[in-house]
């Protein structure tokens, strides 16, 4: 079977507060966006990666593809990197626009979808192989997750804005798994859960509405989602310490 990767980036960024879609945020001297495709595109068997814009995207053509030129030959941009510009509402649609256009260019039912997200990236290989190497042998597909090191707490409902939360109960952690992606599933399993669930945040909670139990493979925190003003700073530092 072959795999292909979709990178939603058809989000807003509202959290993020900053004048740009987190994506197209400087990054270590490049856009975020093309720090998380390099992380994927220098994956040898990861056959294409589908980035998904929004339709109306602004960015992707003065930021982005001045600095596709300068990436290593061996990534073969031009034959692996496909500009999806039909991201949706919801993530769920962005990532179902990536399967359309993989399906229409070929891959088949039980070939993978690797969905990684736009604002993760300190992806690294070793985390790749390991989703991979892991999931391989299943019919349904897998993620990357972190098991709860902190106490988990559940808040009471209708917190006020004028408030502080207050605890409802602490959940026993041995259980609670924090997803991440990257996601993997078969092509036909994702595009099934995703046209039936496209609400859920992220593809294995669509997955697992179809009664479907994905594998959690252990990752590492330090593969963060930018999502909050400070994140960024922090990505950056965990991303110079890791090597490029
Ligand atoms: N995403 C997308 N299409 C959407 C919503 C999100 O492709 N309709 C992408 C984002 O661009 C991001 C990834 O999904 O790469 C994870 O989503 P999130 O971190 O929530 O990003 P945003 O939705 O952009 O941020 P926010 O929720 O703060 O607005
Ligand atoms: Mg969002």
């Known amino acids: 079977t072959r795999t292909f990767a979709v990178i939603p980036a058809a989000g807003i960024g509202a959290r993020m507060s900053a004048a740009l879609p987190k994506q197209y945020l400087p990054f270590a001297g490049a856009p975020l966006l093309v720090r998380t495709l390099s992380r994927l595109l220098r994956v040898g068997w990861i056959e294409r990666c589908y980035v998904v814009l929004a339709p109306d995207d602004r960015y992707w053509d003065t930021l982005v593809t001045p600095h596709l030129a300068q990436l290593p030959p061996a990534f073969a941009v031009a034959e692996r990197l496909r500009v999806v510009r039909l991201g949706g509402t919801t ?10 256009v993989a ?34 042998n299943s019919n349904v597909g897998g993620l990357i ?20 939360p207050v605890v409802e109960r602490t959940v026993p952690r041995e259980r609670i798994w924090l997803a991440q992606t990257p996601q993997l599933f078969r092509l036909a399993v994702l595009r099934q859960a995703l046209d039936r669930f496209p609400d859920a945040t992220d593809e294995a909670s669509a997955v697992e509405r179809l009664g479907l139990q994905p594998i959690l493979v252990k990752g590492h925190w330090s593969n963060l989602k930018v999502t909050l003003p400070g994140d960024l ?12």
């Not at 997750?145 to 502080?164: G, L, R």
């Open 103 to 136: 399906h229409a260019e070929g891959f088949g039912d039980d070939d993978w979808a690797l969905v990684h997200d736009a604002a993760r990236p300190c992806l690294t290989t070793e985390t790749i192989e390991h989703l991979h190497g892991s999931v391989g």
């Open 91 to 100: 993530r769920a649609h962005s990532v179902r626009a990536g399967l359309r």
């Open 145 to 164: 997750a972190i098991p709860a090191t902190d106490t988990v707490k559940v808040a009471t409902p209708h917190t006020s804005p004028n408030s502080f």
């Open 233 to 244: 700073e922090l990505a950056q530092a965990i991303w110079s310490l890791q090597e490029d």
